[in-house]
């Protein structure tokens, strides 16, 4: 597949994935307010890497940082209710996920979808088997509730915003590319009714 035609793969898939996070987490593109759920879960791989470059923007403009949500690639959204997250359910992610290796992720350059910016993560093959392997181990939670065949990997900096403001970020964030992040771990968030906060960490193999 030529580079081109990746990108035009990437826009056309994430155009509807970008209205399926939007929708799945409460957030119109114009409406600044959240309105996660208590309750609600994910799982995350964190990029703190990014976050000198994205940060001001994200705090900014992504309602996810607003209730605070660092920089991070989605593995599953929605994940289990939390009230059916025990000790049985830890243990099983544990060997999910310990049993998948570490990998590093790099990133170049930005990818659109309609009125969201956001980078993309590359190879991201690893990134998907992980989504796979928690959606087999919990077929009853599958990334946004089963919308779409294929799940589009990506660290979302803006959402519901003019192709200008997309413009005059993606022009920012430029001089800041590439970078590389090593994924050692994936992490359990849980919104506890205002903010999103961090549950547990699973190691990834080496």
Do not use: N
């Amino acid at each position: 597949m030529s580079t081109s035609t990746a990108i035009a793969a990437f826009s056309e898939e994430g155009a509807a994935l970008a209205a399926a996070e939007l929708t799945a987490c409460g957030v119109m593109a114009d409406d600044s307010t959240s309105a996660f759920q208590a309750g609600q879960t994910g799982l995350i791989v964190r990029i703190p890497e990014a976050e000198p470059a994205v940060r001001g923007w994200r705090e900014q403009l992504d309602p996810s940082a607003q209730a605070g949500v660092p920089a991070h690639v989605t593995v599953l959204f929605p994940f289990l209710d939390e009230s059916r997250i025990d000790a049985l359910v830890h243990s099983a992610l544990a060997e999910v996920l310990g049993s998948r290796p570490a990998f590093d992720l790099r990133f170049e350059r930005c990818g659109r979808f309609p009125g969201v910016l956001c980078l993309v993560p590359e190879p991201d093959t690893q990134l998907r088997q992980l989504t796979q392997a928690i959606a087999d181990r919990w077929p009853e939670a599958p990334p946004y509730g089963g919308r779409f065949d294929e799940i589009v990997p990506h660290l979302t900096i803006a959402q519901g915003q003019e192709d200008t403001v997309l413009e005059e970020i993606e022009a920012d964030l430029a001089a800041r590319l590439p970078f590389t992040s090593r994924i050692s771990s994936v992490e359990l968030i849980v919104h506890d009714g205002t903010k999103w906060q961090e549950r547990a960490s699973f190691v990834l193999g080496e």
